[in-house]
């Protein structure tokens, strides 16, 4: 007599009868010389000695139920099964929902026995710990940035930054990555009477799925190892190189697969290095063209060159004023744009230059995806910004998808989240702020 495995009280969760087709109820025969696949029989057509194929009648068999005691004598093993299921589908401490589901026991019945045998009971208890000390131990050798104790963000689902993090779900610790994997395989029986083309296109499928699950799973490990999950806190420590060592961080994280996360990281701190020593060397050749021979000159050499540069610029902004001067109209365009720039605003009124470099002319829109969904406003701002309609409408369902969550965002976090120009940044942010789609925190 065995246990059956697997089984839910839903007929057609359980296999069919290899005589009569019918779903099996329990008790049931397994025959112990044919399979796999296992040869089941209903009593019916155990009793009047079907065979089939290689199975005969005097075959040794096994009665497959789960009528029996396995941790209380009250509780039989189909009874276990159903109260696990049970727990699952109405979620723990449910326990009135639990009963009703199972309807051969009471709520405080079911609720009793759960909590001693499933929860209290101190051989489970020791078992999960020897897990938890083993995967502990495990992962201490490992150089890993992230720690599950680190309270990673939260993004919106499809927004911008959930998908720069792979589509990181915090709720299952889990990556949005080839879910549907599994779709493949659901039809899928292998059954002795398939030919030999049928058999092999199976193991086909079989062999795709797996080779799907391990890249998968290389693909998790990439993004925890290098400590992408946190991309907020990735982000800050990459600002702390200069603009050109950032550039090649950009170019080099599509390596970062083939390296482990400490020796990558050492690979962009020797490269930050060598760009120091360039940059120091760079500056002492210029001491050394100016006739400077020791720190002291050297030091007052920086400070005359920093007043220069101030005096210069004065120089340049004054020229620029007395320019605008002359013309009464380029004036107040001038006055304007300073006074929206003091105020935190883009400037809504174009200066005009004299310089005789022009400025680009308005993106034209027709025919571009995503113009019709646009308003008047917006298409106007996407031809003087020079933005496909696309792309705006992406980067504003961002901007408050974050403004929502936060309840409110900066001009920094925009810029955060979108990577084009921080003047085209600037102007969207201000746009979105001043048609209310957003507030500023």
Known sequence: MRFAFGFTDDPFDKP??????????????????????????????????????????DHTYEIMTSDFPVLDPNWTAQEEMALLEAVMDCGFGNWQDVANQMCTKSKEECEKHYMKHFINNPLFASTLLNLKQAEEAQHNETAIPFHPADDPPRPTFDSLLSRDMAGYMPARADFEFDNYAEWDLRDI?????????????????????????????????????????????????????????????????????????????????????????????????????????????ARTYDHLKKTRDEERLKRTMLSEVLQYIQD???????????????????????????????????????????????????????????????????????????????????????????????????????FLIREGYITKA
């Not at 290899?18 to 019916?44: I, M, N």
């Open 328 to 430: 009464s109209s380029a004036c107040q365009q001038w006055l304007s744009r300073q006074a929206d720039i003091d105020s935190g605003l883009s400037p809504t009124v174009p200066v005009p230059s004299n310089s005789g470099r022009r400025s680009a002319p308005p993106l034209n829109l027709t025919g571009l995806p995503g113009t019709e969904k646009l308003n008047e406003k917006e298409k106007e701002l996407c031809q003087m910004v020079r933005l496909v309609p696309g792309a705006y409408l992406e980067y504003k369902a961002a901007l408050v998808n974050e403004c929502n969550k936060q309840g409110g965002l900066r001009l920094a976090q925009a810029r955060a989240l979108i990577k084009i120009d921080v003047n085209k940044t600037r102007k969207i942010y201000d």
């Open 189 to 297: 029986d292998f059954v002795e009477d398939d030919s030999d083309i049928l058999h092999a296109l199976k193991i086909a499928v079989v062999d795709i799925y797996h080779s799907r699950l391990k890249e998968r799973q290389r693909r998790k490990k990439i993004i925890r190892d290098h400590g992408l999950i946190n991309l907020r806190k990735f982000q800050i420590l990459e600002r702390r190189y200069p603009k050109e060592v950032q550039d090649l961080y950009e170019t080099m994280r599509r390596f970062a697969r083939i390296l482990g996360p400490v020796e990558h990281d050492k690979f962009i701190e020797s490269h930050a290095l060598e760009f120091e020593l360039r940059r120091e060397i760079k500056r002492l050749q210029e001491y050394r063209a100016a006739g400077i021979t020791n720190f002291c000159s």
């Open 16 to 57: 069919p009868c290899r005589g009569c087709s019918s779903y099996l109820t329990e008790p049931y025969v397994k025959c112990a010389e044919c399979g796999p696949p296992p040869f089941l029989l209903c009593l019916q057509c155990f009793t009047r000695g079907f065979e089939y194929k290689k199975h005969q009648s």
